[in-house]
């Protein structure tokens, strides 16, 4: 069975600084992606990584979000810095088979149940 698992969800101040895991189960992916979805918004693109280390970032996360993974955990992370309250959202792991990290969630096959992230003001 395959899973996603995200953790490391919370509330932090203006500035402060997350670090989100997905932990992947059940099979190996060839791209990884964040996205978020805040209160009343539709579903957006936050950042993806390739199973080489490829990285698309959306244009709001530049220079303080940092996507990673780790092949041999079959993890990837997303570190989240100078955070703002516009950040705040509930934030989803996805998995796919691309060797080309995407910006689209339809090349996203599985997807994780989300972590929230609030961001106080």
């Known amino acids: 069975q395959v899973q996603l698992v995200e953790s490391g969800g919370g509330l932090v101040q203006t500035g402060g600084s997350l670090r989100l895991s997905c932990a992947a189960s059940?099979?190996?992916?060839?791209?990884y992606a964040w996205f978020r979805q805040a209160p009343g918004k539709e579903r957006e693109f936050v950042a993806a990584?390739?199973?080489?280390?490829?990285?698309v970032y959306a244009d709001f996360v530049k220079g303080r979000f940092i996507i990673s993974g780790d092949n041999a955990k079959n993890t990837v992370y997303l570190q989240m810095n100078s955070l703002k309250p516009e950040d705040t959202a509930v934030y989803y792991c996805?998995?796919?088979?691309?060797?080309?990290?995407?910006?689209?969630?339809?090349?996203?096959?599985?997807w994780g149940q989300g972590t929230q992230v609030t961001v106080s003001s």
């Open positions: 996805a998995a796919g088979a691309n060797w080309i990290p995407t910006m689209g969630e339809g090349s996203y096959d599985y």
């Open positions: 059940g099979r190996t992916f060839k791209s």
């Open positions: 990584i390739s199973w080489v280390g490829t990285t």
